[in-house]
Protein backbone atom coordinates (compact mmCIF):
# COMPACT_ATOMS: atom_id res chain seq x y z
CA UNK A 1 0.00 0.00 0.00
CA UNK A 2 1.76 3.44 -1.01
CA UNK A 3 2.30 5.54 1.92
CA UNK A 4 0.72 9.24 1.75
CA UNK A 5 3.18 11.96 0.76
CA UNK A 6 3.06 14.80 3.20
CA UNK A 7 3.07 17.95 1.86
CA UNK A 8 5.31 20.55 3.55
CA UNK A 9 5.04 23.70 1.73
CA UNK A 10 3.61 24.89 -1.54
CA UNK A 11 6.03 27.29 -3.58
CA UNK A 12 4.39 30.00 -6.31
CA UNK A 13 7.76 29.30 -8.87
CA UNK A 14 5.73 32.30 -11.24
CA UNK A 15 4.17 35.25 -9.91
CA UNK A 16 0.63 34.71 -8.51
CA UNK A 17 -2.02 36.59 -10.43
CA UNK A 18 -3.16 39.76 -9.08
CA UNK A 19 -6.72 37.99 -9.16
CA UNK A 20 -6.79 34.81 -7.97
CA UNK A 21 -10.13 34.12 -9.18
CA UNK A 22 -8.55 33.82 -13.07
CA UNK A 23 -5.29 33.17 -13.21
CA UNK A 24 -2.34 30.88 -13.70
CA UNK A 25 0.68 29.83 -11.99
CA UNK A 26 3.45 27.72 -12.04
CA UNK A 27 3.99 25.89 -8.48
CA UNK A 28 6.35 23.56 -6.59
CA UNK A 29 4.68 21.37 -3.80
CA UNK A 30 7.83 20.35 -1.08
CA UNK A 31 7.17 17.28 0.84
CA UNK A 32 8.28 15.86 4.14
CA UNK A 33 10.67 13.68 2.98
CA UNK A 34 12.68 15.93 0.24
CA UNK A 35 10.54 15.35 -2.71
CA UNK A 36 8.77 17.70 -4.60
CA UNK A 37 6.48 17.92 -7.48
CA UNK A 38 6.27 20.59 -10.26
CA UNK A 39 3.59 21.45 -12.46
CA UNK A 40 0.86 24.26 -13.54
CA UNK A 41 -1.88 25.30 -11.29
CA UNK A 42 -5.02 27.61 -13.18
CA UNK A 43 -8.31 28.51 -12.60
CA UNK A 44 -11.48 27.32 -15.34
CA UNK A 45 -12.19 31.00 -15.84
CA UNK A 46 -8.51 31.47 -16.93
CA UNK A 47 -8.35 28.56 -19.36
CA UNK A 48 -11.73 30.36 -20.84
CA UNK A 49 -10.34 33.62 -21.43
CA UNK A 50 -6.91 32.09 -23.51
CA UNK A 51 -9.27 29.90 -25.38
CA UNK A 52 -11.24 33.24 -26.13
CA UNK A 53 -8.14 35.50 -26.70
CA UNK A 54 -6.93 32.85 -29.41
CA UNK A 55 -10.17 32.86 -31.04
CA UNK A 56 -9.86 28.67 -29.79
CA UNK A 57 -13.19 26.51 -29.34
CA UNK A 58 -10.55 24.04 -27.28
CA UNK A 59 -7.23 23.61 -25.75
CA UNK A 60 -5.29 20.71 -24.53
CA UNK A 61 -1.63 20.54 -23.35
CA UNK A 62 0.14 19.07 -20.17
CA UNK A 63 -1.46 18.36 -17.16
CA UNK A 64 -2.73 21.28 -14.63
CA UNK A 65 -4.86 21.88 -10.93
CA UNK A 66 -7.97 23.03 -11.85
CA UNK A 67 -8.26 25.54 -8.28
CA UNK A 68 -11.47 27.61 -7.82
CA UNK A 69 -9.16 30.37 -6.42
CA UNK A 70 -5.15 30.31 -6.82
CA UNK A 71 -4.18 31.34 -3.19
CA UNK A 72 -2.46 29.58 -0.71
CA UNK A 73 -5.20 28.13 0.82
CA UNK A 74 -7.43 26.56 -2.63
CA UNK A 75 -4.08 25.55 -3.32
CA UNK A 76 -3.48 23.85 0.48
CA UNK A 77 -6.61 22.10 -0.11
CA UNK A 78 -6.12 21.15 -3.51
CA UNK A 79 -2.59 19.85 -3.51
CA UNK A 80 -3.99 17.88 0.34
CA UNK A 81 -6.77 16.12 -1.70
CA UNK A 82 -3.95 15.55 -4.40
CA UNK A 83 -1.68 13.69 -2.15
CA UNK A 84 -4.54 11.70 -0.38
CA UNK A 85 -6.25 10.11 -3.74
CA UNK A 86 -4.21 7.10 -4.63
CA UNK A 87 -1.09 7.29 -2.25
CA UNK A 88 0.29 10.47 -3.93
CA UNK A 89 -0.59 9.45 -7.36
CA UNK A 90 -1.73 12.47 -8.92
CA UNK A 91 1.97 14.34 -7.60
CA UNK A 92 3.80 12.06 -9.46
CA UNK A 93 1.98 11.72 -12.32
CA UNK A 94 1.80 16.01 -12.68
CA UNK A 95 5.53 16.13 -11.71
CA UNK A 96 6.24 13.96 -14.92
CA UNK A 97 5.00 17.52 -16.59
CA UNK A 98 8.55 18.64 -17.72
CA UNK A 99 9.61 15.23 -18.98
CA UNK A 100 6.21 15.19 -21.51
CA UNK A 101 6.86 19.00 -22.82
CA UNK A 102 10.30 18.26 -23.68
CA UNK A 103 9.21 15.14 -25.35
CA UNK A 104 6.31 17.37 -27.19
CA UNK A 105 9.02 19.95 -28.16
CA UNK A 106 11.05 17.93 -29.78
CA UNK A 107 8.35 16.84 -32.10
CA UNK A 108 7.03 19.69 -33.14
CA UNK A 109 7.69 21.01 -36.65
Not at 91 to 98: A, D, E, F, G, I
Amino acid sequence: MPVTPRIRFIEFLSPAPENPDSGSAEIRVHLEDGGSSCFGALTPSHVGHRMNEAGQDFTYGAPALFVKRLDQEGLGRAVEAMASDMGGFWLRYYNSRPALMKKAKGGRK
